[in-house]
């Protein structure tokens, strides 16, 4: 389990390093992340090489049993790359180029940027192979979606479209180009979807490609670190629950995934617990590492609040709960200049130790020593409930015409914040992942689908599992063009027992009027978003509309297939509705929650050496009362705790047998 920071050695006089380095490990940090942003001082010129900050700052850092992840430095590129090579920054949809001066400002496909990649990748990654006190590398900073346009994009796009399709007549089907004579006679003719009216399959597989060659660039910096080093550990920080590139496809290439997360205050902290099990989900169980988390202020969105004690506390213990196996916080001091002056370090501008963040970090350090002495490192968290998440359908919800106000995360956390209430731990997962291990899955707006995916969910309800889905099931197919078969598909009409031939979007600026709504189990229920109305053909209702032109139509429904039952939520409904209607499912499929707790306090179980211990995190700003069903005791501060105690606002404890 390690423990450090994001720390920046170039910004700061080399008097101060063995500081820096003797208040880390007084807190008892073992790590800090550096590089990310120093292209300029490891390359000041084109091919000219210079390692000696870095080499000395690594080595003082390991003379205090600080160890290191090293960055590849291409997030940040300097001004003797454009002044060389002019047409290296991003081309937007008008054909403006961005200018050098910020980050992230230069395109994936431009070939001298990719060449300049691989040039600092294996000067970096030759001089520092098997360093002692280099532990793991993170390639560049939080790679995203550039949607850049530039010739090189037009060119890759046709080669990457030329791959995919056997021919231009191939793709015209695929992406049903006859509509307004978008047909095209030979991959030369396709372009970027430059206008705002392009086809959604256009723009989909243009996103496919952006992500796939994103993917590409980081594997070749994988690939050059480890012909250097075969022993290298690598990874990318990724940026929670960003779905611009396909982040399980990346997971592939790493040796673990990593992540940054800002909860920003205590409101969003069930945002946050979406975020790490969305993470953990890449990672492919517990084990991911924290490259960022917050540790003050930001300065981003108007200035936020400077988080009040315990915030930190919380949200690292929250991370650990959800799978973190390490956590560096962003980042070590505050720096002076640059757009992040007034971002908040674990140290202020004036390096001072009294910092209220330093303060309340150097405690967390002996908390993660002890859960260090545990053995909590490498420990699992079993589930038995998935949700189900995707890139194409992340994807899919955004080129979809009409839908923009379509939000994919937001349905998912319906039924996440749901179960998160009811302290049911919860996997995020892909489609095409093994969901033999779960006894309930979730598969909210599961709009793009493949024939291949519908077979695996029906092997799974017939196996005994409990499917749960909800509207515009089956929407769309692989390329975004809508299937003619009447909805959701003979497939999944099959599977889940009804048809569709109504349905009604409600995201509309005006209000419907009046609301349409659900009744079940004696309560009526609001819709929200979307309303599918269900025809059984041979499922079960559960719930009915009951007002407007919806009122004939079932809401909800059942099918028993198998030895499993595949359920259909035709609409988004209040939160209320999924706090009422999941536990009594998850139930019967043998799902009991952790433990009873107030409302927001919520509750995390991962499995050291068999042994579950239970993370109790207060995100209220009350105390609130715990029942436990015998003591405890809390790893964190090493004491005892009784079967009823009041956990404080913010609060945390992490609890294992007495
Ligand atoms: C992250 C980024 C950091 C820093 C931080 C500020 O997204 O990786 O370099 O900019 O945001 O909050």
């Known amino acids: 389990?390690?423990?450090?920071?994001?720390?920046?050695?170039?910004?700061?006089?080399?008097?101060?390093?063995?500081?820096?380095?003797?208040?880390?490990?007084?807190?008892?940090?073992?790590?800090?992340?550096?590089?990310?942003?120093?292209?300029?001082?490891?390359?000041?010129?084109?091919g000219i090489y210079r390692f000696d900050l870095f080499d000395d700052a690594i080595q003082l850092l390991g003379e205090?049993?600080?160890?290191?992840?090293?960055?590849?430095?291409?997030?940040?590129?300097?001004?003797?790359?454009?002044?060389?090579?002019?047409?290296?920054?991003?081309?937007?949809?008008?054909?403006?180029?961005?200018?050098?001066?910020?980050?992230?400002?230069?395109?994936?496909?431009?070939?001298?940027?990719?060449?300049?990649?691989?040039?600092?990748?294996?000067?970096m990654a030759e001089h520092y192979a098997h360093h002692p006190n280099i532990i793991a590398w993170q390639t560049d900073n939080e790679f995203s979606y550039s949607g850049c346009m530039c010739d090189h994009c037009a060119a890759a796009f046709r080669r990457w479209l030329a791959a995919h399709?056997?021919?231009?007549?191939a793709l015209n089907a695929a992406w049903g180009l006859r509509f307004w004579s978008m047909e095209i006679h030979s991959f030369g003719e396709m372009i970027p979807p430059r206008?705002?009216?392009?086809?959604?399959?256009?723009?989909?597989?243009?996103?496919?490609?952006?992500?796939?060659?994103?993917?590409?660039?980081?594997?070749?910096?994988?690939?050059?670190?480890?012909?250097?080093?075969?022993?290298?550990?690598?990874?990318?920080?990724?940026?929670?629950?960003?779905?611009?590139?396909?982040?399980?496809?990346?997971?592939?290439?790493?040796?673990?995934?990593?992540?940054?997360?800002?909860?920003?205050?205590?409101?969003?902290?069930?945002?946050?617990?979406?975020?790490?099990?969305?993470?953990?989900?890449?990672?492919?169980?517990?084990?991911?590492?924290?490259?960022?988390?917050?540790?003050?202020?930001?300065?981003?969105?108007?200035?936020?609040r400077t988080p009040p004690p315990g915030m930190i506390r919380l949200w690292t213990h929250q991370a650990i709960a959800h799978g973190a196996d390490a956590i560096l916080y962003f980042r070590w001091r505050s720096c002076t200049g640059g757009c992040e002056q007034f971002h908040s370090g674990i140290v202020q501008h004036d390096g001072s130790p009294v910092s209220r963040s330093y303060r309340e970090i150097k405690g967390i350090g002996q908390e993660i020593e002890r859960l260090r002495a545990l053995g909590l490192t490498g420990s699992a968290i079993e589930n038995e409930v998935a949700i189900l998440r995707s890139f194409d359908m992340a994807r899919a919800m955004e080129v979809y015409y009409g839908g923009r106000l379509f939000d994919y995360d937001a349905e998912l956390q319906r039924y996440h914040r749901a179960l998160l209430h009811h302290n049911i731990g919860m996997d995020v997962v892909h489609p095409e992942d093994d969901l033999s291990r779960y006894r309930v899955v979730l598969a909210p707006l599961l709009m793009l689908v493949t024939p291949a995916q519908v077979a695996r969910l029906r092997t799974y309800v017939e196996q005994g599992g409990t499917l749960i889905t909800s509207y515009r099931l089956g929407a769309y197919d692989w390329n975004a063009i809508v299937p003619t078969e009447t909805l959701p598909g003979d497939a999944l009409a099959d599977l889940f027992g009804v048809r569709i031939h109504e349905y009604d979007s409600l995201m509309t600026e005006a209000p419907a009027d009046p609301t349409p709504v659900?009744?079940?189990?004696?309560?009526?229920?609001?819709?929200?978003?979307?309303?599918?109305?269900?025809?059984?053909?041979?499922?079960?209702?559960?719930?009915?509309?009951?007002?407007?032109?919806?009122?004939?139509?079932?809401?909800?429904?059942?099918?028993?297939?198998?030895?499993?039952?595949?359920?259909?939520?035709?609409?988004?409904?209040?939160?209320?509705?999924?706090?009422?209607?999941?536990?009594?499912?998850?139930?019967?499929?043998?799902?009991?929650?952790?433990?009873?707790?107030?409302?927001?306090?919520?509750?995390?179980?991962r499995r050291v050496h068999g042994e579950p211990l239970w993370f109790v995190l207060n995100c209220t700003t009350a105390s609130q009362p715990i029942t436990l069903p015998q003591p405890m005791h809390?790893?964190?501060?090493?004491?005892?705790?009784?079967?009823?105690?009041?956990?404080?606002p913010r609060d945390v404890v992490a609890l294992r047998s007495a």
């Open 1 to 46: 389990m390690h423990f450090g920071a994001d720390y920046y050695p170039e910004y700061w006089p080399r008097e101060r390093w063995a500081v820096d380095a003797r208040l880390m490990q007084e807190a008892g940090m073992d790590i800090v992340r550096i590089g990310e942003f120093a292209w300029r001082v490891f390359e000041p010129e084109e």
């Open 64 to 123: 205090h049993g600080i160890r290191v992840m090293l960055c590849t430095p291409t997030a940040a590129m300097p001004a003797w790359v454009e002044q060389k090579y002019p047409d290296v920054n991003v081309v937007d949809a008008a054909g403006r180029r961005r200018s050098w001066g910020a980050r992230k400002n230069w395109c994936y496909n431009n070939p001298q940027m990719q060449e300049l990649s691989r040039r600092i990748t294996r000067a």
């Open 165 to 169: 399709y056997d021919s231009p007549e």
């Open 195 to 304: 206008e705002r009216a392009h086809s959604p399959s256009h723009m989909l597989d243009y996103r496919r490609f952006q992500s796939d060659q994103v993917l590409a660039f980081n594997r070749e910096q994988v690939q050059i670190i480890k012909s250097c080093d075969p022993r290298a550990r690598v990874t990318h920080n990724y940026m929670t629950t960003y779905t611009g590139i396909d982040y399980r496809r990346m997971a592939h290439d790493l040796d673990f995934v990593a992540n940054d997360m800002y909860p920003r205050d205590i409101t969003a902290l069930e945002r946050a617990a979406f975020g790490h099990d969305v993470i953990r989900g890449y990672n492919g169980g517990a084990g991911f590492w924290m490259n960022e988390l917050q540790c003050g202020y930001i300065n981003r969105e108007n200035q936020l």
């Open 518 to 605: 659900v009744a079940w189990n004696g309560q009526t229920y609001a819709t929200q978003v979307w309303a599918d109305m269900l025809e059984p053909t041979g499922a079960e209702v559960l719930a009915r509309y009951t007002n407007e032109w919806y009122a004939p139509y079932a809401a909800i429904t059942q099918h028993q297939v198998g030895k499993g039952v595949a359920i259909y939520v035709g609409a988004a409904l209040e939160d209320r509705f999924y706090e009422a209607f999941l536990p009594p499912l998850l139930g019967a499929a043998g799902v009991m929650p952790a433990l009873e707790t107030p409302p927001g306090v919520q509750v995390k179980v």
């Open 634 to 648: 809390d790893v964190l501060l090493d004491r005892p705790v009784g079967r009823t105690f009041v956990l404080p």
